[in-house]
């Protein structure tokens, strides 16, 4: 009866949760993800994007990596393209509104090459909130009487016992790993994020392994300075990367804004041709690089100059 | 109106989006809490902002209570820095859509693929979903927005996007009319306004079908019936709505000088 | 079916929620409260306790309060000894473990002249989360096995509908009014809380209105630069009040810490006997002084010097 | 060990409390996550940390992780801003209490004002419930605590407090023994270790009664059965453990010079 729950639990006891340095290098933390996992992904659309560990993992080759985000933009696309996953659970995938419906996620879905699971927004934030919470499920009040519930075997609706009235609930979603991206974080993991969230907190404790990457490590003194900015605890964090840029072409709250640019080419490259134009993409800004380094030169330093100048002024007045 | 007037009302200066964003930012009120998505409705809920509600508060799925966005720096979605400018508070995604559940807001805003006669909106699959000509990106916010507060919907005129039966039920409207929305567990929220390019729509109290309430400028209420892919109801007495002020389309363009989301 | 969340709706619905000005009295604060309210009180034991608020709703002669907080301290006495409040719904109830079992909590609940409804901590949290989310009940796994759950007909037990493990299911409670106490708002009630913020943010969501006391008015435009820091949105506040030291005798993090040696004074004075102690408390310190400036004069400027060199000195490494 | 020993040992330097917070301090492990309560086991915990834990974390109701309390700054509860002295976070109390159930802790460490033989805790009624002699504080997080997690009692070692049958269950241990705590919808957790005064006592793997596993220096089983309000289980071979060390005693005395706790 109980052993999803002890299940969680023993996953989660014999994590090494003391007080001790993670740091690690991209590569070395691409090998604590397996073929087959479930990875849930920080950030939404543009914004807070672990790029550099995605990034890192289909350079690595990784297979079948079932991938759940609020909201997927174009690194659903590269984990399509590239092979590394072939089922995303979000609420909206598309590069973004302004560049059109992606091709490369139609082009995917609609061959059946690989599979777009649809649940509401705040679903997805509930099924994260579930796994976070060790329960099995939440209660929430949309999706009835909509398609998008109906195309859902793993929601159940039910006569609230209190009220009597209609309710769906959800069942805790707890990913083998997440990755996330946070402004800065000390070499136990301690994290401190600033601006939008999104589902980051909820995901993190709902996880059974946390991948940190950080724009840059700061000491444990700073922040116990300021305990009430931490927002993800370092007994959740199993490794920590820095990666300065490393949501790049996406955006870092405060730090760096998107790379309109180089979106704007990437886009232009797979309305042509979405096979050919996500295999041109990948090749020669996934797999060509040596480093992440070697990706952001192949960007250009005038785009990062400019996001980093439209990322800081967020609340200049 | 006369068919000279009409022809003089249509040689506008201003482009059909344009004429979306300054009629739909008109519906919201001062004091208001909207919650906005991307696209027209974040433009016209700004413009409604910096012209007639200065204490309009605008929500963005993100994360973002009372932002004010700044002219020429639109975010490309509701998940980026821009949506958070001069904001009173950001907080999670999921605890902002709880606030749609909760009860805090007062209208959902967005934009839509496609709606049908009971304002249910499709944003998921064209045809047959299990193998569909187009896959859409999907519901994002727009079905809990629209489970749970009252909407108004902004969206292009156009007879392939109003159908008499959507391919899917992304977000629900009033589903079947009726009182079906309610016996499917929604007993809040629902549709209240449709404005296009064309007309300004509400739903009829009973069947909950969509009806004209009032007509742009040089538009006909058949040029909007020719435009729909189901029967329309009208009410008694249809309004003329007046033509998009320059004032509204000096603020508007100010807004968004690329075009971004009025080209 | 679903008139309770139609009414909890239409509540919210008829509040203005508009950015405006809500500053006011303590006085006039006390006015929003009604006779039989259940009230919700942030904070915990004795941090960040309303107290000037609870002391201006016992000046203002309030009766059968129903009063909620995660744990009670000393202003759970003063609302039993003045006869504001015949319930409390807490899970722990005493000054302070090191004064000993509180002898007015003893007074009041033996002789059933006042009920203390205890839930487990976390139930009492997931109480005020339900509230806040909007859904009727939440699910957790403590309390079963337990004489507190056997006493609480409001909590239900199921099988869970996914795992078939035993769950408890706790209703959500939203107060008709919670009285919170900040370290900093606007004067629209955008709510900044340095430090623990204990159940606060869910009990603010969960209420039907809002009191905020705060230590001080800052400008909308300085919440504004940190809008990440807001975790009371304006919206769901319908009163702001300014008053410095408006948690003494307990502590306001980062401002001041507790009032030693008058919760000392206190502890002897109604361990004697809590009937007469309490009641001449009351006389003393709530319904003689004409201000809570005056109030605090009582107390002494040493020790306000004192509480808030301490308190200042939180972070000092 | 010959009487004459026994009263050597018993001509001891430190108070009972004194010796309570050594040995319970001493069953914490470095590198492990323990949610401590107020009193006793903040202080153990501090001190274990102090002397053998640099790496243990521990939890706090009020919201703190890994939190290094000052000494002479003994908070009054767990929910004042001392119990946050240069922790790496503070978050909600429900929150922290939510990482029990999320599985974080590895151990919950309490006080206790009556246990029965089967660790079950009450601090909520003396006497009967509904008409009590002593109504106690309550729960707080005791419940949770006790519920979701493993845990160490740390108690004085009175027979009034060592009862049979416990009044009430506030927090639960085994319940009645056997299987009946995982068989209530608690799986997880249950009574590791109860630290007294005079001994260290575990549970018995199948009945779950409790038993002693081990004396501190000058005690014997009888005394401890003589204190104790039910027949106590006894381990095949007892340790005893080892008297409190000067530098035990002079970290817990800097800890706490003002004798809050050790009293």
């Keep these: ?39 849930g992904i920080g950030g939404s659309t543009l914004s807070r994007t672990p790029m550099a560990m995605i990034w890192a993992l289909i350079r690595a080759g990784k297979k079948r990596l079932s991938c ?58 509930m099924r994260f909130k579930a796994g976070a919470m060790g329960v099995p499920f939440l209660p929430m009040r949309s999706m009835m009487g909509s398609g998008v519930l109906a195309r859902l075997p793993d929601a159940r609706q039910i006569d609230c016992p209190f009220t009597g009235e209609k309710l769906v609930l959800v069942p805790a979603l707890n990913p083998d790993v997440a990755l996330i991206h946070v402004q800065r974080c000390d070499a136990f993991g301690n994290a401190q994020m600033d601006g939008l969230q999104f589902m980051d907190i909820d995901l993190a404790m709902a996880a059974n392994r946390v991948i940190l990457t950080t724009e840059r490590i700061v000491s444990n003194d700073q922040i116990r300075r300021a305990p009430d900015q931490t927002k993800i605890p370092f007994m959740a964090v199993d490794a920590v990367v820095e990666v300065p840029f490393g949501c790049a072409p996406h955006e870092c709250y405060g730090v760096y804004e998107p790379f309109f640019k180089h979106l704007d080419m990437y886009a232009e490259l797979i309305r042509k041709d979405p096979a050919k134009g996500i295999a041109h993409y990948l090749d020669r800004y996934v797999y060509g690089p040596k480093s992440w380094t070697e990706y952001l030169s192949l960007i250009g330093v005038e785009e990062m100059l400019d996001a980093a100048r439209r990322g800081r002024r967020i609340h200049d007045d | 109106m006369t068919t000279e007037t009409m022809t003089r009302a249509r040689q506008r200066d201003y482009t059909a989006s344009e ?44 994360g973002t209570i009372g932002a004010f966005v700044e002219p020429g720096q639109l975010p490309p979605s509701t998940n980026e820095q821009r949506c958070t400018r ?54 994002g916010g727009g079905n809990d927005i629209s489970s749970l ?74 040029e909007v019936r020719d435009n729909t892919g189901f029967p329309l109801l009208a009410a008694d007495r249809i309004e003329t709505t007046e033509p998009p002020s320059e004032r509204e389309l000096q603020v508007l363009r100010h807004l968004d000088p690329d075009k971004l989301y009025i080209a």
Tied chains: 1, 3.
Excluded: C
């Design chain 2, 19 to 62: 004429l979306l964003a300054v009629m739909a930012g008109r519906l919201l009120e001062d004091g208001q809490v909207v919650f906005a998505g991307v696209g027209i409705p974040l433009l016209a809920a700004t413009l409604a902002q910096r012209l007639h509600g200065p204490g309009l508060t605008i929500l963005f799925e993100g």
């Design chain 2, 149 to 222: 507060t009252q909407m108004i919907v902004a969206m292009k005129h156009e007879k392939r996007r109003f159908v008499e039966k959507v391919d899917f039920i992304t977000s629900p409207g009033f589903i079947r009319g009726g009182t079906s929305r309610r016996d499917a567990g929604l007993p809040a929220g629902g549709m209240y306004r449709v404005v296009t390019d064309l007309t300004v729509m509400g739903f009829d109290e009973q069947t909950k079908r969509m009806k004209v309430l009032a007509l742009h400028p040089g538009v006909s209420l058949e």
């Design chain 1, 1 to 39: 009866m109980s052993e999803a729950y002890l299940e969680l639990r023993r996953r989660t006891a014999e994590r090494d949760r003391s007080l001790r340095e993670k740091v690690m290098s991209l590569e070395e933390a691409a090998a604590l993800v397996k073929d087959g996992d479930k990875v």
């Design chain 1, 68 to 125: 759940s985000r609020s909201i997927m933009s174009s690194e659903g696309e590269l984990l399509f393209g590239s092979g590394a996953s072939e089922h995303v659970l979000t609420s909206w995938f598309s590069q973004g509104i302004v560049w059109g419906v992606s091709k490369v996620m139609r082009l995917y879905t609609e061959s059946k090459r690989a599979r777009f699971e649809e649940w509401s927004h705040m679903a997805v934030g």
């Design chain 2, 86 to 139: 001069r904001a009173n508070m950001v907080l999670s995604s999921t605890d902002v859509l709880l606030l749609l559940q909760r009860g805090y807001v007062d209208i959902g805003f967005m934009g839509g693929a496609q709606i049908d006669q009971y304002g249910n909106l499709n944003s998921s699959f064209i045809g047959d979903p299990e193998n569909p000509t187009t896959r859409l990106p999907g519901t």
